[in-house]
């Protein structure tokens, strides 16, 4: 079923960036990731901006809820089941070394239930601890000189809401301590859409059923907005 979606997703997204636009996905779980590379991955070699409070890098054996949406990092990258890791031969969808982990935080629960280490691939990792030694400037800084490397034709963002702090962005499925402000998040997307080599981004895992007002959805709308105004 996710090897089928995911097809029918990158067909839909591969008209809008063959056309020329930046594609904007609304989720839905993590795994739609995969039918968001796939039609970059059709076209060439592309870069990942990875914003998620989870690495999602589990193997199927060892994640505890038994569910694609955490380890779509594991599968996009080609680790998992051929079904949907080699979607179409063209296993990985993204290389380990094209990918940036921005704002991971649960590196303790991983470990916990046996994820494959995303601290043992390729994978240029900024955890949140890291961000928050450098400054959120300098760690975008150097995301995007990884991400717009000469033999990479662009990027895309997956955007998974629990990148955010949980104070503010308490309407999600895997609640964690700490993470990104609504403001550091409009500067990264800023940074990201000013690079001129913006693809798209997938915007994932937000709960409606948690937010019965709308306030939290209007600030994080927001938030986006104005990060994607470039």
């Given amino acids: ?30 795994s739609i990731l995969l039918g968001c590379l796939l039609p970059l991955r059709r076209r060439g070699r592309f870069g990942l901006l990875f914003l ?6 589990y193997q199927p054996e060892a994640e505890p809820n038994g569910e694609a949406a955490s380890m779509e990092l594991a599968l996009a990258t080609g680790r998992g089941p051929a079904v ?41 990792l900024l955890d949140l601890a890291a961000i928050r030694r450098s400054g959120l400037d300098a760690a975008m800084e150097r995301a995007l000189d990884w991400l717009t490397r000469p033999e990479l034709l662009g990027l895309w963002v997956h955007l998974d809401a629990d990148v955010l702090d949980d104070a503010v962005m308490p309407a999600v499925d895997y609640r964690m301590p ?12 800023d940074a990201a859409a000013a690079s001129g080599r913006l693809a798209g981004i997938d915007i994932t895992i937000f709960n409606p059923a948690l937010d019965p007002d709308g306030t939290i959805a209007a600030a994080f709308a927001d938030a986006v907005a104005r990060g994607l105004r470039s």
């Fill in 1 to 30: 079923g996710i090897a089928a979606y995911s097809t029918a997703l990158a067909d839909a997204v591969g008209l809008v960036c063959g056309a020329g636009e930046v594609a904007v996905v609304l989720g839905g779980d993590c």
């Fill in 178 to 189: 700490g993470g990104l402000s609504f403001d550091e998040l409009a500067a990264v997307l």
């Fill in 84 to 124: 949907v890791t080699d979607l179409e031969g063209l296993r990985p969808l993204v290389r380990d070394e094209d990918v940036v982990a921005f704002g991971i935080r649960d590196a303790e629960d991983a470990a916990r239930f046996g994820s494959q280490r995303i601290e043992d691939s390729g994978i240029e």
């Fill in 52 to 57: 998620d409070g989870h690495a999602d890098f």
